[in-house]
């Protein structure tokens, strides 16, 4: 590993890019196992879905569309584009100091 890996604000850069990226891949997991109806009671289904809807409380009702599978999409969707956005935003400016 190269000594630039080592300083503390790339440590922390690369911590939140991680971060941001585990959160919308399990936002984009729930949509998936939403689109394709996936087993509800089923543990794992489960376990997405808590936390996709803990991940977009604040986005997972914020739009009124008439189809249940594009208020999923939009909502969660939109969770994980800011997830990205913001997280690697924050950890670019993290590797620069």
């Known amino acids: 590993m190269s000594p630039r ?3 503390g604000s790339h440590s922390a850069g690369t911590v939140v890019a ?3 990226d ?3 891949v399990i936002l984009g997991l729930w ?4 689109l394709l109806e996936a087993n509800r009671a089923n543990d ?3 376990f997405v879905h808590d936390a996709a809807d803990w991940l ?3 986005s ?3 739009f009124t569309f008439d189809e249940a599978w594009a208020r999923v999409v939009a909502g969660y969707g ?7 956005f913001v997280g690697h935003a924050i950890a670019g400016r993290l590797h620069r100091h």
């Open 18 to 20: 991680v971060i941001a």
């Open 60 to 62: 997972r009702d914020l």
């Open 78 to 84: 939109l969770a994980a584009v800011v997830y990205l």
């Open 22 to 24: 585990i959160a919308a």
């Open 31 to 34: 949509i998936l196992m939403y």
């Open 56 to 58: 977009a409380g604040w």
């Open 44 to 46: 794992l289904v489960r």
């Open 5 to 7: 890996y080592r300083t």
